[in-house]
């Protein structure tokens, strides 16, 4: 277990360096205020500024017909190694072929001198991560809604043999409807022949399976995501993750031992709590499969609302 230990640490603060290449060395200059796809002869005018990742940063851009995205640009100069290079084609080709209403759209990808731009679908809401710092928690009737559409998009995954292995708040973005669309797929896996497994540590400490972590000889597959829906889900209730704390090698500890618990004066319903339980089951063979988890009783025992209201960014919504 030690060994293990060592490893994930190892692995880890390689994987987190790969990511986040030396800060100052990281460049990013602004990219031209008209982005141009010679090959297809597409201009887009850049307006404003999204936010920014290990690599890349977004932007909003506005296109030949007016329509707004987002375009995601990676400096060539922070892919000068073969490793870096490679991890930005394999997320490249796994996004392009993916094509679902609660994944961010893929629209096209192409290159200047300077950089790599991948436009996609706009998520004017930003992320579920903002929302949260905004509202502290979600009710369980919002939880629902989004959990749902989250799943669908897992659903979809699996179908198409791609764990996305990094799934958080972060990660979730609202589109101008509040729809879910899941985003980010720098660290996702094709599962090329069934039974493959993976063996690369990688993902975000909090949301990370004890398997990636503790069982690096047999490997993990899909049902790391499905603990990343039961992570979520705590999240979204209780308003913090349930394996956090100031160290990464605590919360380490916390996940091996399954050690969380519900905090007493932040109340949620019994089935809330039995179903987050179902999930974070440190063996991933004991874990509910994504329709186990749509069937369960927590998604009848309280409103399920058809759409989230724009004005949730602020306050809660009532569906009583
Ligand atoms: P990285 O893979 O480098 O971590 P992300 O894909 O997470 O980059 O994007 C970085 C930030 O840019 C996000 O946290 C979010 O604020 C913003 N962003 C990314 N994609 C979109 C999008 N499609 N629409 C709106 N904002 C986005």
């Known amino acids: 277990k030690r060994e293990a230990e060592a490893k994930a640490k190892a692995d880890e603060a390689r994987a987190a360096r790969d990511k986040d ?8 200059t602004r990219p031209p205020t008209v982005i141009v796809d010679r090959e297809k002869g597409a201009s887009y005018r850049r307006i404003g500024f999204l ?7 977004v932007y909003e ?15 060539k100069s922070n892919i ?14 796994l996004h392009q072929m993916l094509k679902h209403p609660n994944i961010v759209r893929f629209d096209e990808c ?35 809604f989004y959990l749902v559409q989250l799943i669908g998009a897992c659903q979809y995954m699996q179908d198409t043999n791609v764990i996305h292995r990094d799934l958080k708040l972060g990660n979730l973005f609202l589109d101008r409807n509040m729809n879910v669309k899941v985003g980010d797929f720098g660290l996702a896996a094709l599962i090329e022949n069934p039974g493959d497994r993976k063996k690369t540590i990688c993902g975000t400490p909090n949301y990370i399976a004890p398997e990636v972590l503790f069982d690096t000889a047999n490997g993990h597959s899909f049902e790391v995501d499905v603990w990343s829906v039961g992570v979520i889900l705590y999240t979204l209730l209780i308003g913090k993750p349930p ?21 007493e004066d932040k109340e949620i319903s019994a089935s809330a709590q039995n179903l987050i339980m179902s999930i974070l089951n440190t063996d ?37």
């Open 21 to 28: 290449p030396d800060p100052k060395k990281r460049e990013h």
């Open 51 to 57: 936010g920014e990742g290990g690599f890349a940063r």
């Open 61 to 75: 851009i506005v296109d030949d017909e007016h329509d707004h995205k987002a375009v995601k640009v990676v400096n």
């Open 80 to 93: 000068k190694t073969k490793r870096n290079k490679t991890k930005l084609w394999a997320e490249i080709k």
């Open 110 to 144: 192409f290159e200047d001198g300077e950089n790599v731009y991948m436009v996609l679908e706009l998520c004017d809401h930003g992320s579920l991560m903002d929302l949260l710092r905004r509202r502290k928690r979600y009710t369980e009737a919002e939880a629902r």
């Open 243 to 263: 394996f956090q704390t100031k160290e990464v090698k605590a919360i380490y500890r916390r996940i091996r031992e399954n050690r969380y618990e519900f905090p």
């Open 284 to 320: 991933p063979q004991e874990r509910p499969t994504l329709e186990e988890i749509l069937q369960h009783q927590w998604f009848l025992d309280g409103p399920f609302p058809s759409h989230v209201p724009v004005s949730s960014n602020d306050s809660s919504p009532d569906f009583s």
